[in-house]
């Protein structure tokens, strides 16, 4: 079974940097579509990027230009590097293996808090 463990929330200024990591285990993160979303009070989960097993990416249209993801295989985790950080960036984000191209499921971790200041 896999688990998902997020990690590197926290409180940052605006124009900030943050980067949060997602460690796996019980699952094979290069085999897989490894994905970041973040939900903000009141809204609806977004899909803020992802990474397949290919490493192409793809990213909301919002952070474009500021976020990148990445992968280490040798540590099993993926990344999300936030730059340039803006007040809306503001919410839990979450790490999700999906693998319902595979007929499968998301799995999902618990969440790290981002909340960017101005």
């Known amino acids: 079974q896999v688990q998902l463990v997020e990690s590197g929330g926290g409180l940052v200024q605006t124009g900030g940097s943050l980067r949060l990591s997602c460690a796996a285990s019980?699952?094979?993160?290069?085999?897989?579509?490894m994905s970041w979303y973040r939900q903000a009070p009141g809204e609806q989960r977004a899909l803020v990027a992802e990474?397949?097993?290919?490493?192409?990416?793809n990213y909301a249209d919002s952070v474009k230009g500021r976020f990148t993801i990445s992968r280490d295989n040798a540590k099993n985790t993926v990344y999300l590097q936030m730059n340039s950080l803006k007040s809306e960036d503001t919410a839990v984000y979450y790490c999700a293996r999906d693998r319902r191209a595979l007929g499968g499921t998301v799995s999902w971790g618990q969440g790290t808090q981002v909340t960017v200041s101005s």
């Open positions: 019980g699952s094979v993160v290069r085999l897989n579509t």
């Open positions: 990474i397949t097993s290919n490493g192409s990416t």
